[in-house]
């Protein structure tokens, strides 16, 4: 049995999976971040002891969170719970839980569960892609997840879109995550005039109604995912893009999206599908869980 762990700054949720992928349990905790490094420690191993206590044996543990591991020292990195920064947390949940535990980028548990039974099962190599909050990626292939040598594949996001564009929270301007996540493109329609407390699914609303400033917005939105997205393709040269977070649900990606992202491929007959997530909300944390193979049959 797997067990899958999703680290998020407001909620810690855990799946456990048979052998053949099916879910058999869910449960979710709220994240103590404010009682600290040590809470959250204790939250994760009282989770993880639910869910093997509701199948009456030790289970693998695989962990999916914003951040990533850094090679040089196993430390975490870039973590929205900011209290798991810089601390050693792989090891230590494994010394607390008496088992090796592993962990990824939540854009990687993403692009894994979604290339093992997801949209991008039939594929050889999958680009996942998470248009939300923030933006993520993850490259697999042929099941396997290519993390990089500086554990950053994948990380499209802050690539730089446009040199003069917003300030992103990295320290550099324009990155693609300050177009192309929710907060950029609700802020993408405030600086062309648009209401100051609108929200991304608000400016999403307005345009299928004919607001204008709106659809300038979307059209901003869509040309910019075109020219990103084309720059992970000249490079990977991927099998299938798989979108997910809730931008993904935005159904224009894949038709005048996928018409802007033609536009600057190096190639004139493009036809690498762009496919909506199969297994959505879902895709992180069964993900953690697959970051364990499953056991086979005896």
């Known amino acids: 049995m797997r067990i899958g762990i999703d680290l998020g700054g407001t909620k810690t949720e855990g799946v456990i999976l048979d052998p053949a992928g099916c879910e058999l349990l869910r449960k979710r905790y709220s994240t103590p971040q404010a009682q600290g490094y040590s809470a959250v ?33 196993s430390s975490l990195r870039n973590s929205n719970t900011v209290c798991l920064t810089g601390k050693p947390i792989v090891s230590d949940l494994a010394r607390e839980l008496g088992r090796p535990v592993r962990m990824e980028n939540d854009a990687n548990c993403f692009a894994l ?3 093992i039974d997801g949209a991008g099962r039939s594929y050889e190599t999958v680009f996942g892609v998470i248009m939300g909050t923030g933006i993520g990626g993850g490259i ?4 396997k997840l290519i993390p990089g040598h500086l554990h950053i594949a994948g990380e499209w996001g802050h690539n730089q879109l446009e040199t003069d564009g917003p300030r992103c929270y990295c320290g550099r301007r324009g990155c693609v995550e300050t177009f192309l996540s929710g907060p950029g493109l609700a802020a993408d329609y405030v600086r ?16 299928a109604g004919g607001d204008e400033i709106a659809e300038q917005t979307v059209q901003a939105f869509l040309k910019r995912f075109g020219r990103a997205l084309a720059v992970v393709i000249n490079i990977l040269d991927p099998h299938a893009i798989i979108l997910g977070g809730g931008l993904s649900n935005i159904e224009r990606l894949y038709f005048e999206g996928r018409e802007y992202v033609t536009q600057h491929v190096f190639w004139d007959g493009f036809d690498t599908p762009i496919l909506k997530n ?4 879902s895709a992180g944390v069964r993900g953690a869980a697959q970051l364990w193979p499953a056991a086979k049959a005896p």
């Open 113 to 115: 569960s979604e290339a």
């Open 192 to 207: 062309r005039g648009g209401s100051s407390d609108a929200t991304a699914k608000d400016a999403i609303h307005l345009a």
């Open 140 to 143: 697999i292939h042929q099941g």
């Open 278 to 281: 199969k297994n959505g909300d």
């Open 41 to 73: 420690l204790s939250t994760i191993v009282s989770l993880v002891n639910e869910l093997e206590q509701s199948v009456d044996e030790n289970c693998t543990v695989g962990i999916g969170m914003p951040g990533v591991i850094s090679p040089a020292d």
